[in-house]
C-alpha cells in the first residue's frame, strides 16, 4: 500500500474527528472524508468515525442522505469495499469489519505461533 495514501487518510480523519460536534460541521464532515478518496454523496456525519487500516479510505462507498452516528469503525484492507447505500442511517459505535481467513494456510503465515 502506497505511503502517500496512508498520511492522507491519516490527516483527513484527524481532521474530521477534532471538528466540533455542532450542525454544521456534522453536515460537511462527508467532504473531508471525499478529498480523502472516499466515495461519498452528501450525508450527515457525526464524529469520531475511524477507518483502518490507513491508506483504505478510497474503499469505502456510502450513498448521499447517510446519517452515520458517533464512533463508526470501518476496517476494510485494501482489495475489499465496503458499500453503504442511499438514506442509510447507522447508530452509534456500530463496527463493520471485512474479514478474510486465508484458506490455503500455510506455516509462513503462523505470526511466530508453529
Partial sequence: MDIAY?????LILTIANYLPRFTVFNKYRWLLL???GAQIGPSSIWGPI????FG???NVHIGSGTFINA???CG???GATVMIGRYCAIGPRVSIATVNHNL???KVQAWGVE
Fill in 6 to 10: 496512508q498520511v492522507r487518510d491519516a
Fill in 50 to 53: 475511524d477507518v483502518r487500516p
Fill in 76 to 78: 476494510v484492507p485494501d
Fill in 56 to 58: 483504505c479510505l478510497r
Fill in 34 to 36: 471525499k478529498i480523502g
Fill in 104 to 106: 490455503l494456510w500455510t
Fill in 71 to 73: 464512533g463508526f469503525f
